[in-house]
């Protein structure tokens, strides 16, 4: 995944631009990066599993 800062943001709610993306490269917002973070941490101190694509999503430069 990659963070993109143009000034048009992606449209659409990330899930729809995954199963949508022809590739496996799929623009995302700092936000959105921000948000994964909050829940691997909120997964964290809760004892949950975190699924991998958030993981990998909040691991990503923002």
Not at 30 to 40: G, L
Request: avoid cysteine.
């Amino acid at each position: 995944m990659s963070t993109t800062m143009d000034s048009e943001p992606p449209r659409g709610t990330l899930t729809e631009r995954i199963r949508s993306a022809k590739s496996k490269q799929v623009a995302v917002t700092p936000r959105e990066v921000a948000i994964a973070r909050v829940r691997v941490a909120a997964d964290r101190s809760t004892g949950r599993e975190t699924p991998k694509w958030i993981v990998k999503l909040a691991n990503a430069k923002s």
